[in-house]
């Protein structure tokens, strides 16, 4: 009975291996992969860039305002449309 339980455990762990052999084989040499990797950059910069406000510089995306339309806003900004002050 541990034979062929072991065998099966085998059997399930050669398959798991080989799929993860193709997927990392995937990912890294086919144009699939490379696309994959570019798209991910791509977003982490807009993301990176999102929190960078043209007057007020860098912010953390914890310290962005959010707006009732779902568009976020450095606190800097936002406190001076509120105030209405203008530099």
Not at 43 to 56: D, F, G, N, S
């Amino acid at each position: 009975m541990l034979p062929i339980l072991l065998e099966g455990l085998l059997f399930v762990a050669s398959i798991a291996t080989i799929a993860a052999l193709v997927f990392v084989l995937t990912r890294s040499s086919t144009p699939l992969g490379l696309r994959s990797r570019q798209n991910r950059n791509r977003e982490l910069i807009e993301r990176e860039a999102e929190l960078v406000c043209p007057v007020h510089g860098a912010h953390t995306e914890e310290q962005l305002v959010r707006l009732e339309s779902g568009e976020r806003i450095c606190p800097d900004c936002f406190r001076e449309a509120m105030k209405g002050i203008v530099d």
